[in-house]
């Protein structure tokens, strides 16, 4: 996919391939022998079709290509956005833990996220999975991974923040 793009469409994922060879080799082989991809670096946005051809599937030696079903398949590419999002703490634990949480701490504070200009409007910030506290005095410290809900969201670099709870004394 072209930086600073995504696919918004489902394109088809798998594809028919008739091939040809010594019967040898044919018999013997796994589908795991045979992938095919397409090379989505000349894209540019909206609708477009890319064709499947033998150049695109990739067989054992000796073995040949002789039908690809579909021949090409649509892909859509949407451009995204990079920005800096505040990520939030979930806590988990249920309201008697988080009615005793004073403050939380995550660093870093925010995470550079990607996604469509759309999907910003829904997601001012992100979070963190659940953290949950094994006591409720002091403060508790845990590793969590921040996730975004929006379907071509994601988060660049690491994912993972530091989360720190104090709780009251």
Known sequence: ??????????????????????????????????????DLAPGHGGHQYFTLDDRAVKVPPGIQVQRI????????????????????????????VRKRVAK?????????????PEEFSRMPKVYTE?????RTDGEVSAFARVESREPHAKILGNPNVHVTIHFRK
């Open 69 to 96: 079903f579909p021949s090409s398949i649509e892909v859509i590419l949407e451009r995204t956005e990079r920005r800096m999002l505040p990520v939030s703490a979930r806590i988990g634990g249920g309201t008697a």
């Open 104 to 116: 939380v701490e995550v660093n870093p504070p925010e995470v550079e996220v990607e996604a469509l």
């Open 130 to 134: 659940e953290v949950v506290p094994d």
């Open 1 to 38: 996919v072209p930086t600073g793009m995504t696919i918004t469409n489902n394109p088809e994922r798998q594809v028919e391939v008739r091939l040809s060879g010594p019967s040898s080799l044919l018999s013997g082989m796994r589908p795991s022998e045979i992938s095919a991809a397409v």
